[in-house]
């Protein structure tokens, strides 16, 4: 997969059929890791951030991509967001050894830089796949990126968090990305809405 139409396929093309392929969590962790449909972010990158994946989990958590430390652990919301996430969760009563964690792009742009819409596109079939396969209760989106790629662009994190919205990926509440806390500070509204919404999504799994 270079980016380029390859026997017929476009590289997303070429992603989604392989995801497709897939029919368990360790098969697509393996043909994700081998994933060059991205040229740019294969070079810069020195993993392939998978994902977290608990078995049985109920609830998704989904950034946008993954930073410095992720790029180098391989593994995702390890870094100064990541330390927030915990944090967080663990005040909401939520168990992060229970959750699965995923982001859209599973490459690191370089410098951080906002993941391009085609790499968006290419990686998203890595991720509906992974959607499909856990089939968890509850899909919290972290952030724009991932809100607007589960529920479509035109959408304000500030409208829109605060309730459960039905996508075809299953029933996502949507909130801020941890960065977004951590710019505005320990008082900042990011990081009170954050913590109000992870309570929310406790107090809906609580119910079910
Ligand atoms: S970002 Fe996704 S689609 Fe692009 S190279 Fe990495 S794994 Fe493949």
């Not at 590289?11 to 392989?18: C, D, I, K, T």
Request: overall charge positive; hydrophobic content about 40%.
């Amino acid at each position: 997969m270079n980016g380029r139409p390859e026997s017929g396929l476009t590289a997303a093309e070429a992603v989604l059929s392989r995801a497709a392929s897939c029919r368990t969590w360790s098969q697509l962790a393996e043909a994700a890791r081998l994933c060059t449909a991205c040229p740019d972010l294969v070079v810069s990158r020195s993993s392939v951030v998978v994902g977290d994946a608990p078995h049985g989990c109920r609830l998704v958590l989904i950034g946008e991509a993954p930073g410095a430390e992720e790029d180098i652990s391989g593994r995702p919301f390890v870094g100064r967001s990541g330390r927030l996430l915990d944090e967080l969760l663990d005040g909401a009563g939520l168990d992060r050894g229970e959750i699965a964690v995923l982001n859209v792009v599973k490459c690191r742009p370089p410098r951080n830089r906002t993941p391009r819409s085609a790499e968006t596109r290419n990686c998203s079939g890595w991720l509906n796949r992974q959607l499909d396969l856990l089939g968890a209760e509850l899909i919290c989106t972290l952030g724009l990126s991932a809100t607007q790629h589960l529920l479509g662009r035109g959408l304000r994190l500030a409208t829109a968090r605060g309730r459960v919205h039905q996508a075809p990926a299953g029933r996502v509440v949507v909130t801020y990305h941890p960065s977004a806390a951590l710019r505005f500070g320990p008082r900042g509204a990011p990081r009170e809405a954050l913590a109000t919404d992870l309570g929310m999504i406790a107090d809906l799994l609580a119910a079910r």
